[in-house]
């Protein structure tokens, strides 16, 4: 039976959205030096620091409670996490939320703040009214007039939601692409060389979206045609059947469009059909790179499709 399920993001990611940070529904516009550090939780409740490899980083922690006026809490629990980290008396200041462009305050409850103890930050924190969402943002140890102004200008960017098609950016070390809402995060592997996104999706589904450096290296290992067989071992899928791979072009390189069929976990084989893994794997030659994303479940060549066409590569 088909489930109708929406995982289809229509609105793909432009080349200066490779430029973004993205990350669990948070989005920024993100200078040029700045990047992801430390990351943890998940859509609900999660973290993500970035930092300038000098004297600033952006923390930015989110949660969504389940009443509606959870900020105040939010913030306590914030301020007691700070003042365990300062050694000194942090005096906390609440400040006006003038200091933000208006459209930045708009749809939010908005609250502004600077701290000193030890270190010195200012950041905001907010709750939006459109989905409830708390996020706390700081930039810690901002030094000069012009670090601020940069810190602010960064902070006043953050959105915290998904966008009117219920997709999200995800977006990290100029690797980018969207992901339908229903997708959450399972596991993000990031290590040199290699980017793993591994998403769950209702009634079974799942998602893989993956993004190799070197690329000329590795396909020197295994040409572009033997990726789709190598991707299904790596990902243990139980392939029943044929593979069946076509060579395209996607995004103006050379690609592989592929299908098979798994056979479910466990007890489950017995009783249910095997299901359809799809995938696309190009090789973007300009900035030596494999691009991959492999879906698996009822909706799976829809998915692979809608994803694949949002992936965006800036470096
Ligand atoms: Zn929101």
């Given at each position: 039976?088909?489930?109708?399920?929406?995982?289809?993001?229509?609105?793909?990611v432009?080349?200066?959205?490779?430029?973004?940070?993205?990350?669990?529904?948070?989005?920024?516009e993100?200078?040029?030096?700045?990047?992801?550090?430390?990351?943890g939780?998940?859509?609900?409740?999660?973290?993500?620091?970035?930092?300038?490899?000098?004297?600033?980083?952006?923390?930015?922690?989110?949660?969504?409670?389940?009443?509606?006026?959870?900020?105040?809490?939010?913030?306590?629990?914030?301020?007691?996490?700070?003042?365990?980290?300062?050694?000194?008396?942090?005096?906390?200041?609440?400040?006006?939320p003038?200091?933000?462009?208006?459209?930045?305050?708009?749809?939010?409850?908005?609250?502004?703040?600077?701290?000193?103890?030890?270190?010195?930050?200012?950041?905001?924190?907010?709750?939006c009214?459109?989905?409830?969402r708390?996020?706390?943002?700081?930039?810690?140890?901002?030094?000069?007039a012009?670090?601020?102004?940069?810190?602010?200008?960064?902070?006043?960017?953050?959105t915290?939601?998904?966008?009117?098609?219920?997709?999200?950016?995800?977006?990290?070390y100029?690797f980018?692409?969207?992901?339908?809402?229903?997708?959450?995060l399972?596991?993000?592997?990031l290590?040199?060389?290699?980017?793993?996104?591994?998403?769950?999706?209702?009634?079974?589904?799942?998602?893989?979206?993956?993004?190799?450096?070197?690329?000329?290296?590795?396909?020197?290992?295994?040409?572009?045609?033997?990726?789709?067989?190598?991707?299904?071992r790596?990902?243990?899928?139980?392939?029943?059947?044929?593979?069946?791979?076509?060579?395209?072009?996607?995004?103006?390189?050379?690609?592989?469009?592929?299908?098979?069929?798994?056979a479910?976990?466990?007890?489950?084989?017995l009783?249910?059909?095997?299901?359809?893994?799809?995938?696309?794997?190009?090789h973007?030659?300009?900035?030596?790179?494999?691009?991959?994303?492999?879906?698996?479940?009822?909706?799976?060549?829809?998915t692979?499709?809608?994803?694949?066409?949002?992936?965006?590569?800036?470096?």
């Amino acid at each position: 039976m088909k489930t109708a399920l929406k995982s289809t993001p229509r609105k793909a990611v432009t080349r200066e959205q490779a430029g973004l940070f993205g990350w669990q529904g948070i989005a920024l516009e993100r200078p040029e030096d700045w990047e992801l550090t430390a990351f943890g939780g998940d859509v609900e409740q999660g973290h993500a620091y970035l930092d300038n490899g000098e004297q600033m980083c952006l923390r930015i922690r989110w949660e969504t409670p389940r009443y509606l006026y959870g900020l105040d809490a939010a913030m306590r629990r914030y301020r007691r996490a700070v003042r365990r980290e300062s050694n000194m008396k942090m005096v906390f200041e609440q400040q006006d939320p003038a200091v933000y462009p208006i459209e930045f305050g708009a749809n939010k409850e908005l609250r502004p703040f600077t701290w000193n103890g030890g270190e010195a930050a200012f950041g905001i924190a907010w709750r939006c009214k459109e989905c409830n969402r708390i996020v706390i943002a700081d930039v810690v140890a901002p030094v000069t007039a012009r670090q601020q102004r940069t810190g602010r200008r960064v902070l006043a960017t953050i959105t915290d939601h998904a966008d009117a098609g219920d997709t999200v950016l995800w977006a990290v070390y100029g690797f980018a692409f969207r992901t339908a809402t229903i997708y959450n995060l399972d596991k993000a592997l990031l290590e040199t060389g290699r980017l793993r996104f591994a998403f769950r999706g209702p009634a079974q589904t799942w998602l893989r979206v993956e993004r190799w450096g070197m690329a000329t290296h590795a396909l020197k290992k295994a040409p572009l045609d033997a990726w789709p067989e190598e991707l299904l071992r790596m990902l243990k899928v139980r392939r029943t059947g044929n593979l069946a791979s076509d060579k395209i072009t996607w995004q103006g390189h050379a690609a592989y469009r592929f299908s098979a069929h798994a056979a479910q976990k466990g007890i489950k084989q017995l009783v249910s059909p095997p299901t359809p893994v799809e995938g696309v794997v190009w090789h973007d030659e300009e900035r030596d790179k494999v691009l991959v994303v492999v879906a698996g479940g009822d909706t799976a060549s829809d998915t692979v499709d809608c994803v694949a066409e949002t992936v965006r590569c800036s470096r």
